[in-house]
């Protein structure tokens, strides 16, 4: 393998950017690093560029000006609209997947069709482009129902109905265009139950390669309650009273054959894939599929990694990647995130933010940020509803969980919030 340094363009600007950019600046591989459009935390490490990180013309053009030898892709929105086609069209290594095979994301229908064709295990659905029908069979099959706006909806499109009421003003939320495009075709599902798990895999195309498991907290307020929002806290590994050994294999088979079945159809799956499954009594099942690594999960599955990231991204690219490329070490890592008041409805932005250095003192703790910028003054401010990821690595999860929450002690900034129960479940 070469040793030859890279420059690395990273597309993104949260948590999970932020995770993958710390990162990537370990590798001895590591050349320039420049992010776009970045946040307050990125803006340190890397060389600021402006640029539409969706316009596959505008990436392409500037990572090969600029002479880059890899593009790292974080969010959904440009995987979707094909940026990782443009730049490999260009001669130039891209990790994340072709816009065919982002539609495992952009595509909710196209998912479940994907999933029946390999096999796996998930909950029955069905879709509808006009409104009426769908509000005629939410009636007919009842409640708990979950609705879904079958496009990228940037983690808001999914509406856990426990009532017929909210199953129908949920219809209508879609139908009516609240969230945009995304909405024009809902997906109806059954509800399943049990307690979610995230297993990330990095994959060429052949070769899967299964990254620790996580376990996040999706919903708003303590003891699960409140409305979903894009992750409230995480923690990894999740332990074997949770997800056996067992149920571990079969998620790992589960993202083989939907590997295998792509590439059956002509689609080549390079980057990561992203399982969300829930544990039903019946084994986990299938909630959804994400093209690219999960956020806040990247913010505790990286920081237990022992892989050179560059190489492995080049890897994927190239179709070399080999098992033997990641290893993990036995620690546990924690991360709570600090949310900005009325997330994740309406929130106020700018408020300055103080404490990080001193959170970062503490021995296994970095704080990640999401939603931040640097003001004129050089302050750090916030700029989004999920702010601040607070990640603590500790030999035992006791050690990391109280690390975690001593760090969020230090960190301040008006309208500060966050759960108060991260990884509580995973105590047995």
Known sequence: MSNAKVDILLLGSGGREHALLVKLAESSRAGKLYVAPGNGGMDAMAQKVELDAES???????????????????????????VADAVRSA????????GDAAQMEGSKKFAKQV?????????????????????AYVRQVGAPIVIKAD????????????????????????????????????????????????LLALTDGKTVVPLATAQDHKRALDGDKGPNTGGMGVYSPVPEHLVSAEDLATMVEVEQRV???????????????????????????VLEFNARFGDPETQVVLPRMKADLVDVFLACDDGTLTPDMVSWDNDWAVSVVLTSAGYPGSYEKGKV??????????EGVT?????????????????????????AVAPTFEEARARAYEACELIDFEGKTFRTDI????VK
């Open 115 to 135: 999933m029946a064709r390999a096999g796996v295990p998930t909950a029955a659905y069905r879709s509808f482009t006009e409104q009426q029908a769908c509000e």
């Open 423 to 426: 990884g509580l479940r995973a």
């Open 259 to 285: 590997v295998a079945e792509l590439a059956s159809e002509g689609i080549t799956y390079s980057g990561c894939l992203y399982g969300g499954f829930m544990l039903t009594p019946e084994g986990p099942k």
């Open 56 to 82: 596959p013309v505008a990436v392409a053009t500037w990572a090969r000006e600029h002479n880059v030898g890899l593009v790292v892709i974080g969010p959904e929105a440009p995987l979707v609209a094909g």
């Open 151 to 198: 496009g990228l909806a940037a983690g808001k499109g999914v509406i856990v109905a426990k009532t017929l009421d909210e199953a129908l003003e949920g219809v209508r939320e879609c139908f009516s265009g609240a969230f945009g495009e995304a909405g024009a075709t809902v997906v109806v599902e059954e509800t399943l139950e049990g307690p979610e798990c995230s």
């Open 353 to 362: 933010i103080t404490g990080i250095e001193k959170a970062e003192e503490l």
């Open 367 to 391: 704080v990640y940020h999401a939603g931040t910028a640097v003001s004129e003054d050089g302050s750090i401010v916030t700029s989004g509803g999920r702010v601040l990821d607070v990640t």
């Open 91 to 98: 001669g130039i290594p891209c990790f994340g997947p072709n």
